[in-house]
């Protein structure tokens, strides 16, 4: 496996955006909500450096199954627990590829009346667009590769990693 972004760069990174987070959502009812399974490490370690008063919850959708690409068909396993109607919501993502996954789940919350909407993605990948998606905050832009680690998962492995990883093609 190669080491794409090492972990003091992800770690310098996720502080940067909590700071940018915490400057724009002073004042605000802000609820972040992590799109499991894939966003739990970002999101842990992004909450932390939030510093101002949130709530948290989680959505499980899936598109990808087994599979190193995605098949374009969203389902929701898990929704939320909170009530987002007039609170200004976070969507934490850990990659944003075709943006259908992104635009499906955009388009579950908006239909719930939240105050404002935005998302964070650690990994951004735009040369995969099918949909024009908007990404409010990005930890790194990168090439359409297979990754890994730091949440992200093939068949469900590799998710522990503490760095991002292109996979080997015969993994």
Same mark, same amino acid.
């Given at each position: 496996?190669?080491?794409?972004?090492?972990?003091?760069?992800?770690?310098?990174?996720?502080?940067?955006?909590?700071?940018?987070i915490?400057?724009?959502?002073?004042d605000?009812?802000?609820?972040?909500?992590?799109?499991?399974?894939?966003?739990?490490?970002?999101?842990?370690?992004?909450?932390?450096k939030?510093?101002?008063?949130?709530?948290i919850? #989680?959505?499980a959708?899936?598109?990808?199954?087994?599979?190193?690409?995605?098949?374009?068909?969203?389902?929701?396993?898990?929704?939320?627990?909170?009530e987002?109607?007039?609170?200004?919501?976070?969507?934490?993502?850990?990659?944003?590829?075709?943006?259908?996954?992104?635009? #499906?789940?955009?388009?579950?919350?908006?239909?719930?009346?939240?105050?404002?909407?935005?998302?964070?993605?650690?990994?951004?990948?735009?040369?995969?667009?099918?949909?024009?998606?908007?990404?409010?905050?990005?930890?790194?832009e990168?090439?359409?590769?297979?990754?890994?680690g730091?949440?992200?998962?093939?068949?469900?492995?590799?998710?522990?990693?503490?760095?991002?990883?292109?996979i080997d093609?015969?993994?």
């Open positions: 496996m190669r080491i794409l972004i090492d972990e003091r760069k992800i770690e310098n990174r996720v502080k940067a955006l909590g700071a940018q915490t400057a724009d959502y002073i605000k009812d802000l609820i972040v909500i992590g799109i499991l399974k894939g966003a739990v490490l970002f999101m842990a370690d992004l909450v932390k939030i510093d101002i008063p949130l709530s919850d #989680f959505m959708v899936s598109s990808y199954g087994k599979s190193t690409r995605s098949s374009g068909i969203v389902r929701i396993l898990k929704d939320l627990d909170e987002i109607e007039g609170r200004d919501v976070l969507i934490v993502e850990d990659i944003v590829d075709t943006g259908l996954t992104l635009k #499906f789940l955009a388009e579950n919350i908006l239909s719930r009346n939240p105050k404002s909407l935005k998302v964070c993605c650690l990994l951004d990948k735009p040369s995969r667009r099918k949909v024009a998606v908007d990404v409010d905050y990005v930890g790194f990168i090439s359409d590769e297979f990754v890994v730091y949440g992200l998962d093939y068949a469900q492995k590799y998710r522990n990693i503490p760095f991002i990883g292109v093609s015969n993994a």
